[in-house]
């Protein structure tokens, strides 16, 4: 074979080889660059667009005073006696005509319930000595579900009476009294008396209940003060309290 020839075809060779070796060089920087881009899009998260925040408005509820003094007339649920009652425990009432604000609108409605709570007991005792109960109103709950709380004390229903902030009532018939439940009303019952700062033993003798004398025989046990299921009396607002009208459902605000 001649010596050009064979050159020739080494040279060829050659030539054929670099173009192989820069193709396949070619190839892989081409598959790096995609493979690396991709993973970078995989990185990089898109941007997220934040939703504008939009505040929600609460309409205010007018509220409307129930002055200091008002007398609701409420109806007890469940009989209390002194012969069994605990100082702490609870009780209610249910409202058995409305309550208005001081420019006549409804806060209060029939059927609302009012909590008692007890805050003394004196127990029945020889030399004719009565039971006796003294009770506070703590709180009332509305047909539709709102609460409130009140400071009220018991009162007769007679609406002679106002009272201050420590629950003493005062008035044509019992100033500066405060009214408790006594034992001596028909057939055991209780009724409205007096007491001095609301102490126990410290009754006072006028009480506001016919055939309810309690000095009786000095040998024979006094009678309990037994507040029955049914009995109507009244609670004395001693400080105002501002509520909204009573509408029938609380309205509920989206």
Do not use: C, H
Not at 122 to 130: E, F, L, S, W
Not at 212 to 238: C, M, P, Q, Y
């Amino acid at each position: 074979m001649p010596t050009d020839s064979y050159g020739t075809l080494m040279e060829n060779y050659k030539m054929k080889r670099i173009i192989n070796v820069k193709g396949i060089w070619i190839l892989l920087a081409f598959f790096l660059a995609f493979g690396a881009g991709e993973a970078f899009g995989q990185q990089r998260k898109p941007a997220l667009k934040r939703k504008a925040s939009v505040r929600k408005v609460v309409p205010r509820v007018p509220v409307y005073s129930v002055a200091l003094g008002t007398v609701m007339r409420v109806r007890m649920n469940k009989t209390l006696t002194s012969k069994t009652a605990e100082v702490g425990n609870t009780f209610t009432a249910t409202v058995t005509e409305p309550v208005y604000s001081t420019n006549g609108v409804v806060v209060i409605p029939t059927g609302s319930t009012l909590t008692g709570r007890v805050n003394t007991v004196t127990r029945a005792a020889n030399q004719g000595k009565p039971g006796a109960i003294d009770a506070s109103f703590v709180s009332v709950r509305l047909p539709n579900g709102r609460s409130r709380a009140i400071n009220g004390s018991l009162t007769d229903l007679e609406g002679n009476t106002n009272s201050d902030n420590e629950g003493t009532a005062g008035g044509r018939k019992m100033k500066n009294r405060k009214l408790i439940f006594i034992g001596g009303g028909g057939a055991g019952g209780a009724v409205l008396g007096a007491a001095v700062g609301g102490g126990k033993g410290a009754l006072i003798g006028g009480l506001l209940g016919a055939g309810a004398g309690f000095l009786g025989d000095r040998l024979t046990k006094g009678k309990e003060a037994e507040v029955k299921s049914g009995t109507e009396f009244g609670v004395l607002l001693n400080q105002a309290i501002a509520m909204p009208r009573f509408v029938e459902a609380t309205p509920v605000y989206q």
